[in-house]
């Protein structure tokens, strides 16, 4: 049965689970933000990639595969799964925009792959393909799917924000959305599917994302966690299974073709020059695409581009690809089809286990794991304190008429923290991070005697606050979908800003309608803030009292000012 499933439905199985599962958690602004970044690595740099691979494949390997072979073998490999850097980076709490690129890369990364690859698989097959009808297929797989992707995502999105948030009923329709699409343009327009499917998950993360409360959400993401896990398993097993079957000496006939296949110790030299290639042809793919990158998106540094070359893990599409092609009876050279799967096997093993088992000492060398001097004071504080609510605890223990008496002495025993081997682990990963000294909020926080990495600290903190304000506010449905995107869109973007200041206001400004206007202004009024008689005169006008307000904001004022809004 493993030997003779049917290739597309192999496809079928599994490329929707790979390929929304993840799309479909993104954040909306960074992916928005990294947009950019994600197509020019998805896109180019694919091909780059591919070319690289192929040239390998067809010069260095002695196995006298024709170009379109090499081809089909380079586009196989380009497709990345970095799902283990991903987890690691979420794991240790490391850049969230980081993250974004390298996961988003990686799923545009498999359908522009994909698409590539089946074009080169016609040709290997025998098939006469034309450069017009080349082209033309190629606008069919990658453009049609994207956008058939978009619309199956703007209609989940509508759908989602008219039908009760249950958790269970949420769920249900994305996963009947993500299976529609991906049959829709694989089986029934011809296009790409896969492609289709993380653009589906993309736009709903874009436009759908905040239209799902927050408990929905969990449940979601974790029966999609689930299915993806199973998938990755499954697909891993049966590779290896394969393996097993096809590539062993004693076996001396495939169970396909009854042509004879061996492995000989230069294939193992062969894996390591593969393995080699791959990290090299990553850091050419960087090179060429730096001064793009660096113009769409987050700005990259060699830290960030180190850690994006190192999560080029090969996983779930490419061993997909490689079964398809081991599956696929009109390929006719056995020999190929089972080198396939030995090097997609080879390269998934040690990909997985060698970068993204590195990854997080990586990430501590570079120091992405580092603490700034104003987080080890607020985590020393966070610390004392926790210790002052466990002593207050202890001193009101009473005699407990099942339990008995109290025993204090043994209670601190074990709860008593590690203190000082949390903090001087903590110190001794504490680097002074480079801000932006040329700012207007730099000079100011300096003259006015501030620290102005704790200023922008705290100011992280407190948008965060607000930003989950917001979605806790969504779930109890006081505010509509409309308006927990456009407010959380506008702190996610004063998040990117917070060194220069809370100036969100302006972006905010456009979305404000005058009826709640003078309320609010009362109120800042009423804090103790000085409010021209000026800006109250003209509110008609806007929300343009903001910059005689703003220098008056004091980070000691700001969550009193919040909770009186929230109050009133």
């Known amino acids: 049965m493993l030997l003779n499933m049917e290739p597309h439905l192999l496809l079928l199985v599994f490329l929707p689970i790979i390929g929304f599962s993840a799309a479909v958690g993104q954040e909306p602004h960074m992916l928005r933000k990294s947009w950019g ?13 591919f070319l690289l691979i192929a040239l390998c494949a067809k010069y260095f390997f002695p196995y006298g595969w024709t170009w379109p072979e090499a081809f089909l073998f380079g586009a196989m490999l380009s497709a990345t799964d970095p799902v283990a850097v991903v987890a690691v980076l979420q794991e240790v709490g490391a850049s969230q925009k980081l993250a974004c690129v390298i996961d988003g890369e990686s799923l545009m990364n498999d359908g522009s792959a994909l698409v590539i690859f089946l074009l080169l698989q016609k040709i290997v097959e025998g098939e006469a393909v034309t450069i017009g009808g080349a082209v033309a297929q190629f606008c069919l797989l990658a453009v049609v799917g994207m956008l058939l992707g978009i619309a199956f995502g703007a209609a989940t999105s509508w759908l989602l924000d008219n039908i009760f948030r249950d958790p269970t009923l949420t769920t249900v329709v994305t996963l009947v959305s993500a299976y529609s699409s991906y049959y829709t343009a694989d089986r029934l327009v011809g296009a790409s599917g896969l ?31 689930v299915l993806e896990w199973g998938a990755n398993t499954i697909l891993f097993v049966w590779m290896g299974i394969v393996l097993a079957i096809v590539l062993p000496p004693s076996h001396a006939e495939t169970a ?8 000989e110790a230069r294939d193992a030299g062969y894996v390591v020059v593969l393995y080699l290639w791959l990290q090299v042809a990553r850091a050419v793919l960087l090179m060429v695409c730096w001064w793009p990158f660096n113009y769409t998106g987050y700005p990259l540094t060699w830290r960030s581009a180190l850690v994006i070359m190192w999560g080029g893990l090969r996983g779930a599409v ?15 050279d056995a020999s190929f089809k089972s080198y396939c799967i030995f090097y997609m096997g080879t390269m998934a093993f040690f990909t997985v286990l060698i970068n993204g088992g590195s990854t997080k000492a990586l990430l501590k060398w570079l120091g992405f794991l580092s603490y700034t001097p104003e987080q080890l004071g607020t985590l020393t504080h966070v610390i004392e304190d926790m210790e002052h609510i466990r002593e207050q605890q202890l001193a009101g223990l009473a005699p407990d008429e099942v339990l008995g008496e109290p025993e204090p002495d043994a209670v601190k025993v074990w709860s ?11 110190a001794a990963n504490t680097v002074r991070p480079a801000l932006n000294t040329r700012g207007s909020a730099y000079a100011a926080a300096v003259a006015a005697g501030l620290d102005p990495q704790l200023l922008y600290d705290y100011r992280c903190r407190v948008l965060n606050m607000v930003k989950a304000h917001y979605a806790d506010v969504f779930d109890q449905h006081l505010l509509s979908t409309l308006q927990v995107r456009t407010l959380q869109g506008v702190t996610d973007a004063a998040l990117d800003e917070a060194g220069e200041g809370l100036m969100d206001w302006r972006l905010l400004e456009p979305s404000c309608r005058l009826r709640g206007l003078p309320k609010l202004m009362q109120i800042a009024k009423d804090c103790g803030m000085h409010m021209s008689a000026h800006a109250l005169d003209e509110a008609g006008e806007g929300l343009m009292d903001w910059r005689l307000l703003e220098p008056s904001c004091r980070l000691r004022g700001l969550p009193k000012l919040m909770q009186l809004i929230k109050v009133r």
């Open 416 to 426: 008593t923290l590690p203190t000082a081997e949390v903090l001087a682990q903590a």
């Open 256 to 263: 396909i073709t009854n042509q004879p296949i061996h492995l």
């Open 195 to 225: 492609l289709a499917v993380v653009c589906n998950g993309f736009t709903m993360s874009l436009i759908g994302g905040r239209q799902i409360t927050m408990r929905a959400e969990h449940a979601m993401h974790g029966f999609w966690g």
């Open 37 to 49: 970044q994600i197509m020019l690595l998805a896109w180019p740099g694919v091909v780059i990639q």
């Open 318 to 332: 490419g061993m997909v690809m490689a079964l398809f092609i081991f599956l696929d009876t009109r390929i006719h």
